[in-house]
C-alpha cells in the first residue's frame, strides 16, 4: 500500500510539474521579453528618394500606429541629414491650413477605433472638405482593432473601394494610395492559443483583408505596412507582427517605425513619379 501511495503522489506531483509547465507557456506575456531589433532602416534609404519623398503633399488619416510611422519618418530624415516635410495635424472638422509650395504631410487621427466604416466617412469629409486641393496624394490606414476575427472583410473592403473609387473620380489630381492593414504579435497567453486553435485569429482575417488590398489595385498604389511588419530581420515570412518591432505586442518601437516609415517614403517617393 505505501508503494501504491508514494508512486501516486510521485505521478501526481508529476503531473501538476508538466500542468504548470503547460500553464506557464500559454499564460507568460512576451510583451515582458520582447527585444528590439537592430535599427538599420535608414541605411536602406538613399538620399535621393527621400527627397522627391519631401517634396510630395500628402495627407494621411490614421490613428495610433500611424503616430508611430509618422515618428518614423522623421526618425529616418534625421538619420540621413535630410530635412523633412512640414509635419501638420488637421483635426475631424477643423479648417484646412493652406500648404505653400511642396514637402507637407498633413494627417488627422480618424474616427474612433473598432469603427472603420466611420474612419471611412470621416476620411471622406477630410478630402472633401478643402484638403484634395491642397494635397497630391492621400491615404487611409485602419488600425489592427478595427479588424477582429468575426469582421466581414468582403463587406468592409466593398464599402472601403467605392468610397475610394468616388473619391478618384471627384479628385483626380490627387493620387491615391491603399494601405494594408497592421498586424499583431502572434498568440499571448492561453487566450490567445485558444483563439487561434479554434478559429478566431485576428491576424488571419487582417491578412485576409490585405490580400484583397493587394488583389485589387496596382503594387505602386500600395502602401503595404503588413508586409513589412511580417518580415524577420533577417527576411523570415511571418504571419504576425515580428516581435522585435514592437513595443507593446501591437504598436511600433522606433526600429519598426523607422522599417515602415522607409517603406512609406519609398511609395511616395514612386508614386509622385507616376
Known amino acids: ?16 510539474g508538466i500542468l504548470g509547465a ?3 507557456y500559454f499564460l507568460w506575456d512576451p510583451k515582458r521579453s520582447y527585444e528590439p531589433a537592430p535599427d538599420t532602416a ?5 538620399t535621393e528618394v527621400l527627397g522627391k519623398a519631401s517634396g510630395a503633399r500628402i495627407y494621411f ?8 510611422i509618422l515618428s518614423g ?10 530635412t523633412q516635410p512640414e509635419v501638420v495635424e488637421v483635426p475631424i472638422g477643423g479648417s484646412v491650413p493652406k500648404v505653400a ?3 507637407t504631410i498633413l494627417h488627422t487621427q480618424i474616427g474612433e477605433n473598432g469603427n472603420p466604416a466611420g474612419k471611412l466617412v470621416n476620411f471622406d469629409s477630410m478630402v472633401r472638405s478643402g484638403i484634395a486641393d491642397q494635397v ?5 490606414k485602419f488600425c489592427y482593432v478595427d479588424i477582429k476575427w468575426n469582421t466581414d472583410v468582403d463587406a468592409l473592403f466593398a464599402e472601403y473601394k467605392q468610397t475610394m473609387a468616388d473619391l ?14 497592421p498586424l499583431t504579435v502572434g498568440p499571448v497567453g492561453i487566450k490567445g492559443h485558444i483563439k487561434a486553435v479554434v478559429g478566431r485569429d485576428d491576424n488571419a482575417t487582417r491578412t485576409r483583408y490585405n490580400e484583397l488590398i493587394r488583389g485589387n489595385f496596382d503594387a505602386d498604389q500600395v502602401f503595404d505596412l503588413a508586409a513589412v511588419e511580417a518580415t524577420s530581420p533577417d527576411g523570415e515570412a511571418l504571419t504576425s507582427l515580428y516581435p522585435g518591432y514592437s513595443s507593446d505586442g501591437a504598436h511600433l518601437n522606433a526600429s519598426g517605425a523607422s522599417k515602415v516609415a522607409v517603406v512609406l517614403l519609398e511609395t511616395v517617393a514612386r508614386t509622385g513619379q507616376a
Do not use: C, Q
Not at 1 to 16: D, N, P, Y
Not at 136 to 140: C, E, K, S, T
Open 1 to 16: 500500500m505505501k508503494t501504491s501511495f508514494w508512486s501516486r503522489l510521485v505521478m501526481g506531483v508529476a503531473a501538476v
Open 22 to 24: 503547460v500553464s506557464l
Open 42 to 46: 535608414a541605411s536602406t534609404i538613399t
Open 61 to 68: 488619416g490614421h490613428r495610433s500606429v500611424g503616430k508611430n
Open 73 to 82: 519618418v522623421s526618425d529616418v530624415y534625421a538619420a540621413k541629414g535630410v
Open 101 to 103: 509650395g511642396e514637402g
Open 136 to 140: 497630391d496624394i492621400a491615404l487611409l
Open 168 to 181: 478618384e473620380r471627384d479628385y483626380p489630381n490627387v493620387r491615391f494610395l491603399h494601405a494594408t492593414v
